[in-house]
């Protein structure tokens, strides 16, 4: 029971990075309905630009946490600047999809020549003896994960809710024509969302970098799980994102330890098939009807 106990932790807190990664996503979804498939090398920039700040420059870690969402505030406009807002002004379907993914794949070329291919150790800021939590051991590293995630979505919730700002991202998702006549400026919701959307992204980043190896091909996978997590939980919804990702990772690290790490990502891949062929919108997810 105690081990088990120790893997839905684990599960708990890979799941949450899921999640946040997901909700990037759902950012940009809501506002332009397009996708940035660079969402996992935007988590490696921030997990490596912050190894940078920690541990070539002597950061204190918790200084380093703006720095890096600063950067990934500033890397996810620069990919809706060059990469999206082209495509969508010539209303082109694909466009988007083939220019996130060529940009991820230079920024992980980038990130090869600048801080070479082989994986890097992040150095912990909290101490790496576990914690003896209902009879089950877990890493603080772990539990400043999921706080972390948390806080993060509730911050985006917060600014969607009651800012004015975040009133023009939720008219924009709402009816984006209706938003333009209304005098939002639409274009600049748009690059706001894919950078509030690398942010989140950057974020995730540096809180995993710790309990994993960082180097440029770390995002890739990560960011694919992530996908599958919105596709599951729905990109309508964020408690159908949160509950897709703890459902992902606690499926890994069980069937990880319990099969083999071999099969580790099959679970997830079955609940992805399941979902959308039961329920295409996600788990809690709302199909959209469109009027020709």
């Known amino acids: 029971m105690e081990i088990l106990l120790q893997l839905i932790y684990s599960g708990i807190a890979l799941g949450m990075i899921y999640a946040v990664i997901a909700f990037g996503y759902q950012l940009t979804f809501a506002t332009s309905d397009t996708l940035n498939f660079g969402q996992g090398e935007a988590l490696m920039l921030g997990a490596l630009f912050g190894l940078t700040l920690v541990d070539g420059m002597g950061m ?14 500033l890397q996810g406009a620069l990919v809706e600047r060059i990469g999206v807002r082209p495509a969508i002004k010539i209303k082109s379907e694909f466009g988007w999809i083939m220019s996130t993914i060529a940009l991820g794949i230079i920024f992980k070329n980038v990130a090869e020549n600048i801080w070479g291919r082989d ?45 004015i700002y975040g009133k023009a991202v939720v008219a924009t998702f709402n009816d984006r024509d209706a938003a333009k006549l209304m005098g939002i400026n639409t274009g600049l919701v748009i690059t ?11 974020f995730a980043g540096i809180l995993i970098a710790p309990l994993t190896l960082t180097g440029a091909t770390m995002g890739s996978v990560l960011g ?39 099969y580790k990502d099959v679970p997830g891949l079955v609940l992805l098939l399941m979902v959308l062929a039961v329920k295409p919108a996600g788990l809690f997810g709302k199909t959209a009807i469109k009027k020709v």
């Not at 706001?192 to 950057?202: E, I």
């Open 60 to 73: 204190n870690y918790w200084l380093a946490i703006p720095l890096v969402c600063i950067f990934g505030l």
């Open 119 to 163: 994986d890097l150790r992040f150095p912990s800021p909290l101490d790496e003896s576990p914690i003896k939590l209902f009879g089950a051991n877990v890493l603080p590293m772990e539990i400043l994960v999921i706080s972390g995630a948390l806080f993060m979505m509730l911050a985006v919730e917060f600014f969607n809710r009651k800012t």
């Open 192 to 202: 706001f969302s894919y950078a509030m959307s690398s942010l989140t992204a950057a």
């Open 224 to 262: 694919l799980k992530a996908f599958a997590v919105a596709i599951i939980g729905g990109l309508t919804s964020g408690m159908g994102i949160v509950v897709g990702g703890i459902l992902l990772g606690i499926a890994e690290t069980t069937t990880g330890f319990y099969i083999s790490t071999g």
